[in-house]
Nanobody, 125 residues
Framework: QVQLVESGGGLVQAGGSLRLSCAAS????????MGWFRQAPGKEREFAAA????????YYADFVEGRFTISRDNAKNTVYLQMNSLKPEDTAVYYC??????????????????WGQGTQVTVSS
């Protein structure tokens, strides 16, 4: 089992920045990748970013448009999502996810086995 705990959400004005963190504990030794998803009220949970746990591969959703950066600290079993130039439409609950096994794409919820409880991000206009 892997436990994921997100932090760093909050209220920010449009154009501002937030840095989300997700700390993993438990059986983290076989992590293949971690990702961030978000879910706005009344909408489906959607992919935002992902990173493989070895190497340098990162993946982003089109809506990121260069504003978000995903990174990791393997020693701390932590993944981060730096979000800049935030827009009101970025308002959502942001979820961290982890998979211990390969999946053909990291851009889908199906790729991930473990999920955090989410952290609220609210961007005011």
């Amino acid at each position: 089992q892997v436990q994921l705990v997100e932090s760093g959400g909050g209220l920010v004005q449009a154009g501002g920045s937030l840095r989300l963190s997700c700390a993993a504990s438990g059986r983290t030794g076989t992590t293949y990748a971690m990702g961030w998803f978000r879910q706005a009220p009344g909408k489906e949970r959607e992919f935002a970013a992902a990173i493989k746990w070895s190497g340098t591969m990162t993946y982003y959703a089109d809506f990121v448009e260069g504003r978000f950066t995903i990174s990791r600290d393997n020693a701390k079993n932590t993944v981060y999502l730096q979000m800049n130039s935030l827009k009101p439409e970025d308002t959502a609950v942001y979820y961290c996810a982890q998979t211990p096994v390969y999946y053909y794409t990291l851009r889908t919820k199906s790729a991930y086995v473990y999920w955090g409880q989410g952290t609220q991000v609210t961007v005011s206009s």
